[in-house]
């Protein structure tokens, strides 16, 4: 019944090469986010899509890009990962209707990602 | 600069007994509040907002409350169960963000409910 499908779970890469993460869902929610969040930290936004719109947080390094095909898919791409990229990236979704979940966002389950 | 803060890293309570957690923020612009449970290898799943123009919700055995004055809310859990052991969230946005919605989110709270 997973509604915000993130994949892998667990990601290792190596320093400096590139990794993809996943997003995907069934909610048909026009609005996606990437949230980072490290041990410890608060959850932090790296950019969203209100539908095919980009908007990228200020404060985001350009070694972080994400790429939308569809309104069911999201990608995270860390071009060259540093080991302070090692974090948990969770996804979220939020529809456009108001109403009881107005306003709310629905997260994945995150993928955990560490770097060698 | 944080924005929302959640100044209690941890909190242990006993079963039964209520939990207070506790989250100031400090942009004047948020006015929707909303708090998240997230129990480890999970991703966090919504449990209660409140709007600025309220000052208590209430859905089951969890209570927030908004004081906007202090631009202080808390989350009571009466009573507390084991299974509510996790860390608590709480997030704050600007409803009338449109295409630029966001939640800004605090470092969160693990409680612990002892048995």
């Known amino acids: 019944d997973a509604m915000v499908i993130q994949n892998p779970r667990y990601q290792v890469t190596q320093f400096g090469k590139p990794v993809t993460l996943s997003c995907s869902q069934t909610l048909n929610h026009n609005v996606m986010y990437w949230y980072q969040q490290k041990s410890s930290q608060a959850p932090k936004l790296l950019f969203h899509y209100y539908d095919k719109d980009f908007n990228n947080e200020a404060d985001t390094p350009d070694n972080f890009q994400s790429r939308r095909p569809n309104t069911s898919f999201c990608f995270l791409d860390i071009r060259s990962p540093g080991l302070g990229d090692a974090a948990m990236y969770l996804c979220?979704?939020?529809?456009?209707?108001?109403?009881?979940?107005?306003?709310?966002?629905?997260f994945g389950s995150g993928t955990q990602l560490s770097v060698l | 600069d944080q924005q929302v803060k959640q100044n209690s890293p941890s909190l242990s309570v006993q079963e039964g007994r209520i939990s207070i957690l506790n989250c100031d923020y400090t942009n004047s612009m948020f006015d929707y509040f909303l708090w998240y449970k997230k129990y480890p290898a999970e991703g966090p799943t919504f449990l209660i907002s409140i709007s600025s123009i309220k000052d208590k919700n209430e859905d089951g055995r969890f209570t927030v409350f908004l004081n906007k004055s202090a631009k202080h809310l808390s989350l009571h859990i009466v009573p507390s169960q084991p299974g509510d052991s996790a860390v608590y969230f709480c997030?704050?946005?600007?409803?009338?963000?449109?295409?630029?919605?966001?939640?800004?989110f605090g470092k969160g709270t693990l409680l612990t409910v002892n048995p």
């Open positions: 997030a704050a946005s600007a409803v009338g963000g449109g295409s630029n919605y966001k939640l800004t």
């Open positions: 979220a979704t939020k529809g456009q209707g108001r109403g009881v979940d107005e306003g709310k966002l629905f």
